[in-house]
């Protein structure tokens, strides 16, 4: 497969959503959500791009690397903004793990403000639409910290099923560990929700 002849849609919509790849002059807005969300994140998310951001211009420099690498089909990171206020909501992470398959691996984050809502849901389900049917996907793979029962739960809503569990894989701030639970869909198993 010829990842450069793929079209991929740089926004889709959902019923109160929309996804788009970031772009210049995102930046203020993203160092904004890293703000907001550090707490948040910082139980379950700690390596999230998001915690690392020192002011608007180091996050305006990401942004624009993030619209790079997209364009060099590297991988895509896709902001969720709700339709009426277009207020940032969370962020879908698409890596292409295997062209040749082809297989790709999901992740998200929810803002702190709007979680809860089944947002992350309906962005996951467009991603994963977007994914079997424009970029002919064979395998999406995901993986969540095994405490992080909401996470689990939503792959789970959205049709994944749980291939593994990884021990003590991971090593906590606190010098603790834990492990993943590994997720996967196939395309047959796929269904347009």
């Not at 996907?137 to 405490?147: F, I, L």
Request: net charge negative; aromatic share 12%.
């Amino acid at each position: 497969m010829n990842k450069f002849l793929l079209d991929i849609p740089e926004r889709m919509e959902t019923e109160r959503l929309y996804l788009r790849a970031y772009k210049a002059g995102d930046g203020p807005m993203y160092y904004a959500a890293s703000l907001r969300n550090r707490n948040h994140l910082a139980e379950f998310e700690s390596g999230n791009l998001l915690m690392d951001l020192k002011n608007e211009e180091h996050a305006e420099a990401i942004v624009r690397e993030l619209a790079a690498h997209w364009a060099l089909r590297n991988y895509f990171f896709t902001g969720i903004f709700e339709k009426i206020t277009d207020e940032w909501v969370g962020q879908v992470y698409v890596e292409p793990t295997n062209w040749g398959l082809p297989e790709f691996t999901i992740g998200y984050v929810a803002d702190v403000n709007h979680e809860g809502k089944g947002y992350i849901s309906e962005a996951v389900k467009r991603v994963l639409g977007m994914l079997f049917k424009e970029m002919g996907a064979h395998r999406v793979t995901s993986d969540c910290n095994e405490y992080n029962i909401r996470s689990s739960r939503l792959l789970e809503r959205c049709g994944f099923r749980r291939e593994g569990h990884l021990l003590e894989n991971r090593k906590n701030a606190d010098g603790s560990f834990h492990g993943d639970f590994l997720y996967g869909l196939l395309r047959r198993e796929y269904v347009d929700r």
